[in-house]
C-alpha cells in the first residue's frame, strides 16, 4: 500500500550516491546511503552502511598497498570508488522500495561538505609534494 505523498520522504539519487563514491570516498557516499535508510525508518543499517564502508576502504587500502608502483593508481581508485558506489546501492535496494515514488533530495549541502574538507586536505598534499 503506497504511503501518503505528505509521508514519503526525499532521497538522495542513487546516480549521486555513485558519484560521491567516485570522486570522494566510498565513506562519503555511505554516509548519504545512511541517510536514505534513516528517512525510511532503518537507523540499524544506516550504522552498518556506515562501518561497513570504513572496513571496506581499509581493505581496498591495504590491498592497493601491495601493487607494484609502476600501477594506474587512478584505475584502481576510480574502480574500488564506484564497486563501493554500487555495493552501496545494492544494499539500500533490499529496504528502499519504490524509488521512483520518493522525491529526489538536494546534493548541495553534502557536496559543500565534502568539499570543505577534501579541499584543504588536497591542498596539503600538493603542498607536501
Do not use: E
Not at 545512511?34 to 540499524?44: H, V
Request: proline share 7%; charged share 10%; net charge positive.
Amino acid at each position: 500500500m503506497p504511503l501518503p505523498p505528505a509521508t514519503i520522504p526525499s532521497l538522495y539519487s542513487q546516480r549521486s550516491i555513485r558519484l560521491f563514491s567516485l570522486v570522494f570516498t566510498t565513506i562519503a557516499a555511505s554516509f548519504l546511503t545512511a541517510s536514505n535508510l534513516r528517512a525510511i525508518g532503518r537507523p540499524d543499517q544506516a550504522r552498518k552502511v556506515i562501518w561497513a564502508s570504513v572496513v571496506y576502504m581499509v581493505l581496498m587500502g591495504v590491498l592497493v598497498s601491495f601493487l607494484p608502483n609502476t600501477s594506474a593508481y587512478g584505475a584502481y581508485a576510480a574502480g574500488i570508488g564506484l564497486a563501493g558506489g554500487y555495493g552501496l546501492n545494492a544494499y539500500a535496494d533490499s529496504f528502499i522500495l519504490n524509488k521512483k515514488d520518493h522525491p529526489a533530495r538536494s546534493i548541495w549541502r553534502p557536496l559543500l561538505l565534502c568539499l570543505l574538507v577534501f579541499v584543504p586536505l588536497l591542498g596539503l598534499l600538493v603542498y607536501v609534494l
